[in-house]
């Protein structure tokens, strides 16, 4: 079944402890990308990639890290996670080279930083 | 920066009527307007979507109209269903940034 996983579905943790949401789809897309979701202000693009080894600041970048090792794979690594950081994150795919084609969203993973 | 406005917040309608929201956009470089429809605890998922050279689109009951020169575009969904009711995000994009207008949580009333 094509889909985009993410894993951990729900992660509560402490300000500074660093962690990492995996992203991984098995429809060998070329782009994808991490958005966070809060009330009222809709999904906004936290980074992006083109391609492998090939990534870019979204609107919200600050306070994320994000690598493109392989195509399949997209994780978001928070070093230093802060309170301000607890939004429930999607990560999705696309198949064309940019962002202006369907993306397919993974289940979010909803992330509470105390 | 670039800003996608979306009205309503909010839209309750019976069912059997139409629902529309209208979104704005700023940057007159987008190309690609897509709407995705949220159902609770689930990611967003694509239900129609519009190019630039294009001014308007239907799917069976939904459409989406396009206003270049205005910078507005809108979803349309005749005889709405209880099973209509989610939360719609419209989106603008140019080629590889995506912006999201803030979500029209929509009701169907039965």
């Known amino acids: 079944e094509a889909q985009v996983t993410q894993n951990p579905r729900y992660l509560i943790t402490v300000t500074g402890k660093k962690l990492t949401v995996t992203c991984s789809q098995n429809?060998?897309?070329?782009?994808m990308s991490w958005y966070r979701q809060d009330p009222g202000l809709g999904l906004r693009q936290i980074y992006y990639?083109?391609?492998?080894?090939?990534?870019d600041k979204g609107d919200v970048p600050e306070g994320y890290k994000v690598s493109r090792k392989e195509k399949r794979n997209f994780p978001l690594i928070l070093e230093s996670p802060s309170p301000n950081q607890t939004s429930l994150y999607f990560c999705?795919?696309?198949?064309?080279?940019?962002?202006?084609?369907?993306?397919?969203f993974g289940p979010g993973t909803r992330l509470t930083v105390t | 920066g670039e800003n996608v406005e979306q009205h309503p917040s909010t839209l309750s309608v019976q069912e059997g009527d139409s629902a529309v929201i209208k979104c704005t956009y700023s940057?007159?470089?987008?190309?690609?307007f897509p709407w995705y429809k949220q159902e609770l605890g689930k990611g967003p998922q694509l239900i129609i979507d519009i190019r630039s050279n294009v001014g308007e689109k239907k799917d069976q009951r939904i459409a989406v109209t396009l206003n270049k020169t205005a910078k507005h575009f809108s979803l349309h969904i005749t005889e709405t269903q209880p099973e209509d009711s989610a939360v719609y995000f419209c989106?603008?994009?140019?080629?590889?940034?995506?912006?999201f207008g803030p979500g029209t949580s929509l009701s169907v009333i039965p």
């Open positions: 990639s083109m391609n492998v080894e090939v990534t």
């Open positions: 429809m060998n897309h070329e782009y």
């Open positions: 989106a603008a994009s140019q080629y590889d940034k995506v912006i």
């Open positions: 940057d007159s470089a987008s190309n690609y």
């Open positions: 999705a795919s696309s198949s064309a080279s940019g962002g202006n084609y369907e993306q397919y």
